[in-house]
């Protein structure tokens, strides 16, 4: 059985700092890219960042860039993304997803991942 599953989240003060985890089994993790997606009240999903778990290749979205760091320990089929002076606008719920490098675009889009966690909230007050 697939399973993403998300921890980390929590309620921080805006400049503060969070780690989140994806912990994923259930496939090889080795030839699957894993991204961070968010999702805010009233808001579509979308894209925070993505690493490649083969070569270590990272994409991160404008308004996270020089903020968030996405890393993967391979040996624990884990993925963390590091999140630094964070914002009230990085309030959100953050999703773990996954999908098969071969073949898939770069960086992934929201529609075109294959296994999706439950997700963890991140609230940043101000």
């Known amino acids: 059985e697939v399973q993403l599953v998300e921890s980390g989240g929590g309620l921080v003060q805006a400049g503060g700092s969070l780690r989140l985890s994806c912990a994923a089994s259930?496939?090889?993790?080795?030839?699957?890219?894993i991204g961070w997606f968010r999702q805010a009240p009233g808001k579509e999903r979308e894209g925070v960042s993505c690493?490649?778990?083969?070569?270590?290749?990272?994409y991160y979205a404008d308004s996270v860039k020089g903020r968030f760091t996405i890393s993967s320990d391979n040996a624990k089929n884990t993925v963390y993304l590091q999140m630094n002076s964070l914002k009230p606008e990085d309030t959100a719920v953050y999703y773990c997803?996954?999908?098969?490098?071969?073949?898939?675009?770069?960086?992934?889009?929201?529609?075109?991942?294959?296994?999706w966690g439950k997700g963890t909230l991140v609230t940043v007050s101000s």
């Open positions: 259930g496939f090889t993790f080795d030839d699957y890219v």
């Open positions: 997803a996954a999908v098969m490098e071969y073949g898939s675009s770069w960086p992934p889009d929201n529609y075109g991942m294959d296994y």
């Open positions: 690493i490649s778990s083969s070569d270590g290749s990272t």
